[in-house]
Nanobody, 129 residues
């Protein structure tokens, strides 16, 4: 059974930083192509892609994340990260990690949650002004 478990969310003031982690277990095809991504869902809004990383290390970012967020992965630990700096109140959302097996990443502008096969339970990020 594939499981994705996020951690690292919390409450910070604007301008602060957080590092989200997502540990993947039960997935045995990391030797093939895959895509991992961070999505977020603000209250009352739909889920949107924030950043993605392909199996070859190619990264993509939503315009709102460029220059402030960094996505990375530790293959040895099966762990995905999202370093978030200079946080803004608009970044307040539930953050989810997602895994798309056997395919690479689509551009974030056109990626949809339906493209991803596995999801974590989410971790809440709250940024106060």
């Amino acid at each position: 059974q594939v499981q994705l478990v996020e951690s690292g969310g919390g409450s910070v003031e604007a301008g602060g930083s957080l590092r989200l982690s997502c540990v993947v277990s039960g997935y045995f095809y990391f030797h093939s192509r895959y895509c991992m991504a961070w999505f977020r869902q603000p209250p009352g809004q739909s889920r949107e892609g924030v950043a993605s990383i392909d199996s070859d290390g190619t990264t993509r970012y939503a315009d709102s994340a460029k220059g402030r967020f960094t996505i990375s992965k530790d293959n040895a630990k099966n762990t995905l990260y999202l370093q978030m700096n200079t946080l803004k109140p608009d970044d307040t959302a539930m953050y989810y990690c997602a895994l798309r097996g056997l395919f690479g990443c689509e551009p974030l502008a056109t990626a949809t949650p339906a493209d991803y096969h596995y999801w974590g339970q989410g971790t809440q990020v709250t940024v106060s002004s």
